[in-house]
C-alpha cells in the first residue's frame, strides 16, 4: 500500500510540475527591457498623431492584429515576433503612449518616414528621426532614475537591455532615390553617402552609450531594390530586382558590420551586433516555395504595378492569401515575412544572419 501512494504522490507532482504554467509560474524576460529605434518597418503608432502622410491607423492595416495599431502590415512587425522570443508577456509600447511603469520594460521610439539624415522623408509630412527618438530616449532616463531609486541602479538596469536600431532604409528610398525631392544622389556617390549616414549613425550610437545603452543590435537594411515600390518604378519587367538600390544597399550594410567590429573592439563593456536582414530576405525571396510563399514582387494590398505605387488605401480590400505574399504593401513585409525575419535575427539559421552572434546570445551576454 505504502508503494501504491509514494507512486501516486510522483505522478501528482510531475503532475504540477507539467502544469504549473496553468498556476501562474511564468519565466521571466531574458533581458529586463527592450529598446527599440527605427522607421515604418517597426513603428507600432508613433505616427499616429503627426501631420503625416506615413501613418498606418486605419483598416486594411492591422487585420491580422486585431485592428489597426500604427503598424505598417497586417499584423505582427520583426519587432512584436523578437519581444515574444525573449519572454516579454506584452508588446513594447510606443514612446506615444508610453507611461510610469510601463517604461521598464522599454520603449518603441521608430517613426514611419525617418532616416538617419534629418531631412529624410521630408516630402510625406511630420516623422521623429534617429537624433529625434534618441532625444526622446534621453528623455524618459530620468524617469529610470526615478523609478528604480538612483543612477546606479537605473545604469545597472539599462545595462542589461536590449537597444535594437534598424534606421537606413528611408535615406534610400525617401532621400538619396528621390532626385525630384532630394539633392543627395548629385552631391555625393553611393560610396560617399553611405559614409555620411555611417557617421550620422554612430554619433546617436554614442549619445546612446552615454546613457546607459550597452548591448545594441544594428538591423541591416533590406533589398529594398526589391520591393514592390521600386519593382514597379524601375524594374523593367516587375519582376527582376533593381541592382543599383540593392547595391548601395549593400555598400550601407557593409559599412555598418565594419562599425559593429569597430565598437566591439574600441568599448570593452558593451556588446555590438550586425543583423544580416538583407542575407535573410535575400534567401526569402531566391527561394520563396520553400517558406510558404508564392508572390515575391507584389503587395497584398496596394495601387498600380505590381500593387506598388503606393501604400494601401483606407479600408481597401486586400488580398485573401496573405500568407503567400512576401509583402504586404508597397514597401513592407506582410506577418508571415515578418515572422522568418523576426525568428532569424533572433536565433540565426545560417552563420550569415548575424555576427558576431545573434540577439538570444546578446541577450545572454
Given at each position: 500500500?505504502e508503494?501504491?501512494?509514494r507512486?501516486?504522490?510522483?505522478?501528482?507532482?510531475?503532475?504540477l510540475?507539467?502544469?504549473?504554467?496553468?498556476?501562474?509560474v511564468?519565466?521571466?524576460?531574458?533581458?529586463?527591457c527592450?529598446f527599440?529605434?527605427g522607421?515604418?518597418?517597426?513603428?507600432?503608432g508613433?505616427?499616429?498623431r503627426?501631420q503625416s502622410l506615413a501613418?498606418a491607423d486605419?483598416?486594411?492595416?492591422g487585420?491580422?492584429?486585431g485592428?489597426?495599431?500604427?503598424?505598417?502590415s497586417n499584423?505582427?512587425?520583426?519587432?512584436?515576433?523578437?519581444?515574444q522570443?525573449?519572454?516579454?508577456?506584452?508588446?513594447?509600447?510606443?514612446?506615444?503612449?508610453a507611461?510610469?511603469?510601463?517604461?521598464?520594460?522599454?520603449?518603441?521610439?521608430?517613426?514611419?518616414?525617418?532616416?538617419?539624415?534629418?531631412?529624410?522623408g521630408?516630402?510625406l509630412?511630420?516623422?521623429?528621426?534617429?537624433?529625434g527618438?534618441v532625444?526622446?530616449?534621453?528623455?524618459?532616463?530620468?524617469?529610470?532614475?526615478?523609478?528604480?531609486?538612483?543612477?546606479?541602479?537605473?545604469?545597472?538596469?539599462l545595462?542589461?537591455?536590449?537597444?535594437?536600431?534598424?534606421?537606413?532604409?528611408n535615406?534610400?528610398?525617401?532621400n538619396?532615390f528621390?532626385?525630384?525631392?532630394?539633392?543627395?544622389?548629385?552631391?555625393?556617390?553611393p560610396?560617399?553617402?553611405?559614409?555620411?549616414?555611417?557617421?550620422?549613425?554612430?554619433?546617436?550610437?554614442r549619445?546612446?552609450?552615454?546613457?546607459g545603452?550597452?548591448?545594441?543590435?544594428?538591423?541591416?537594411?533590406?533589398?529594398i531594390g526589391?520591393?514592390?515600390n521600386?519593382?514597379?518604378?524601375s524594374?523593367?519587367?516587375g519582376?527582376?530586382?533593381?541592382?543599383?538600390v540593392?547595391?548601395a544597399?549593400?555598400?550601407f550594410?557593409?559599412?555598418?558590420?565594419?562599425?559593429?567590429e569597430?565598437?566591439?573592439?574600441?568599448?570593452?563593456?558593451?556588446k555590438?551586433?550586425?543583423v544580416?536582414?538583407?542575407?535573410i530576405f535575400?534567401?526569402?525571396?531566391?527561394r520563396?516555395?520553400?517558406?510558404?510563399?508564392r508572390?515575391t514582387?507584389?503587395g497584398c494590398?496596394?495601387v498600380?504595378?505590381?500593387?506598388g505605387q503606393?501604400t494601401c488605401?483606407?479600408?481597401q480590400?486586400?488580398?485573401?492569401?496573405?500568407?503567400?505574399f512576401?509583402f504586404w504593401?508597397?514597401?513592407?513585409p506582410?506577418e508571415?515575412?515578418?515572422v522568418i525575419?523576426?525568428r532569424r535575427?533572433?536565433?540565426?539559421?545560417?552563420?550569415?544572419d548575424?555576427?558576431p552572434?545573434?540577439i538570444?546570445r546578446l541577450?545572454q551576454?
Open positions: 500500500m508503494g501504491v501512494f507512486t501516486c504522490w510522483v505522478v501528482f507532482a510531475a503532475f510540475v507539467l502544469h504549473s504554467g496553468g498556476y501562474g511564468k519565466a521571466a524576460p531574458q533581458v529586463p527592450y527599440v529605434f522607421d515604418s518597418l517597426v513603428d507600432n508613433n505616427n499616429n503627426l501613418r486605419y483598416l486594411p492595416y487585420i491580422d492584429f485592428g489597426p495599431t500604427g503598424r505598417f499584423g505582427k512587425t520583426t519587432i512584436d515576433v523578437i519581444t522570443l525573449l519572454g516579454f508577456d506584452n508588446y513594447i509600447p510606443p514612446y506615444a503612449n507611461r510610469g511603469q510601463n517604461i521598464l520594460q522599454g520603449v518603441n521610439f521608430a517613426s514611419a518616414a525617418a532616416g538617419i539624415r534629418e531631412e529624410t521630408r516630402q509630412g511630420a516623422r521623429i528621426s534617429f537624433s527618438q532625444r526622446n530616449y534621453q528623455t524618459i532616463v530620468p524617469q529610470f532614475v526615478s523609478l528604480l531609486g538612483g543612477r546606479d541602479q537605473a545604469a545597472s538596469y545595462s542589461k537591455c536590449i537597444f535594437s536600431i534598424g534606421l537606413g532604409s535615406d534610400y528610398l525617401n538619396y528621390m532626385p525630384q525631392f532630394y539633392s543627395s544622389s548629385r552631391q555625393y556617390t560610396e560617399q553617402f553611405a559614409d555620411v549616414l555611417i557617421q550620422q549613425y554612430t554619433e546617436q550610437l549619445i546612446l552609450y552615454n546613457n545603452a550597452r548591448k545594441f543590435a544594428l538591423i541591416g537594411v533590406g533589398q526589391c520591393s514592390p521600386v519593382l514597379a518604378r524594374s523593367p519587367d519582376r527582376t530586382c533593381v541592382q543599383t540593392n547595391s544597399n549593400q555598400i550594410n557593409n559599412k555598418l558590420r565594419s562599425l559593429v569597430q565598437f566591439n573592439g574600441n568599448t570593452p563593456d558593451a555590438f551586433v550586425y544580416n536582414v538583407y542575407g535575400q534567401d526569402i525571396i531566391n520563396p516555395a520553400g517558406y510558404g510563399f508572390v514582387n507584389a494590398c496596394g498600380g504595378r505590381n500593387n503606393i488605401l483606407p479600408f480590400t486586400p488580398c485573401p492569401n496573405r500568407k503567400e512576401v504593401d508597397a514597401f513592407h506582410t508571415a515575412a515578418n525575419l523576426g535575427s533572433y536565433s540565426a539559421q545560417s552563420p550569415s548575424a555576427y552572434f545573434d538570444s541577450a551576454s
